[in-house]
């Protein structure tokens, strides 16, 4: 697909057709793994509930009902990254205000990578943000130095949403 096709046609889905099978997400992972990075850290760690049995049981326990319904039927990928590394210095001290801010930001890159390398392999996704963290690393086991950020369905679409709206350029963008 056209790289442009590709981020006009990507959408947030809310209704799930079947779960993306291990192999595709592996390598949908594999993809999102060559995100920029700062320094080439790859601080960003992923966590994938595939198997149907335990997507249920996952999806009740750690997602509000809004989130469980429109996830219902697609894989579940949790991303993370490890605190206190990126945008901090050799000695520990962050490198300017924004500090762990860095480390949000390489995830957010490399989940821009995963959802558009989805849509690629012909799968499409949701990011949710309204999650039980602490729900999330008991059952995953995922570590205190992580900083959980999201819970990403990926799957096929039961129903093709339509494009939303997105503002003009000259409201969100400065130009000197």
Request: hydrophobic share 40%; glycine share 8%.
């Amino acid at each position: 697909m056209e790289f442009r096709e590709l981020i006009s046609t990507r959408r947030s889905v809310r209704k799930y057709a079947g779960a993306a099978g291990h192999d595709a997400l592996a390598a949908i992972l594999q993809e999102a793994q060559r995100a920029p990075s700062w320094k080439n850290q790859q601080t960003s760690r992923c966590y994938v509930v595939e198997t149907p049995e335990t997507l249920e049981d996952f999806r009740a326990a750690v997602l509000p009902s809004f989130n469980r319904n429109s996830s219902a039927g697609a894989a579940l990928v949790v991303t993370t990254y490890v605190k206190g590394n990126v945008g901090f210095s050799d000695d520990g001290t962050p490198v300017n205000e924004i500090g762990n801010g860095w480390g949000a930001y390489d995830l957010g890159l490399h989940d821009a990578y995963l959802v558009l390398a989805a849509k690629n392999a012909g799968y499409d996704t949701l990011i949710m943000g309204i999650r039980d963290a602490d729900a999330i690393r008991e059952r995953l086991s995922i570590p205190e130095n992580e900083e959980i950020m999201s819970v990403i369905a990926v799957g096929k679409a039961a129903e093709e949403p339509g494009p939303r709206p997105r503002k003009a350029p000259e409201e969100v963008t400065r130009f000197f």
